[in-house]
């Protein structure tokens, strides 16, 4: 069974900065590539970032560039998030995906 567990989110003030965490078991993580979608009160889901299996090629969203860097460790089976620089419009619950599969979300909160 598939499992995405997501950590690390919080409230932060402008400028500053959190790492999310999702650790995955029940399948090769090392094999697939993998995700992080955010959904802000309203609106609909949107991709973020996303890593290749090998961890080589990374995708962002235009809103995020230069700010946020996706990366993983195979050998622990987690995916991280690494949130610079954070705006009011960063706040969302992220999740984290592989395929159909989604996590439970982990709330971020950028205010001051």
């Known amino acids: 069974q598939v499992q995405l567990v997501e950590s690390g989110g919080g409230l932060v003030q402008p400028g500053g900065s959190l790492r999310l965490s999702c650790a995955a078991s029940g399948f090769t993580f090392s094999n697939y590539a993998l995700s992080w979608y955010r959904q802000a009160p309203g609106k609909e889901r949107e991709l973020v970032a996303s890593i290749s299996a090998p961890g080589r090629y990374t995708n962002y969203a235009d809103s995020v560039k230069g700010r946020f860097t996706i990366s993983r460790d195979n050998a622990k089976n987690t995916v991280y998030l690494q949130m610079n620089s954070l705006k009011p419009e960063d706040t969302a619950v992220y999740y984290c995906?592989?395929?159909?599969?989604w996590g439970q979300g982990t709330q971020v909160t950028v205010s001051s």
């Open positions: 995906n592989r395929l159909q599969s």
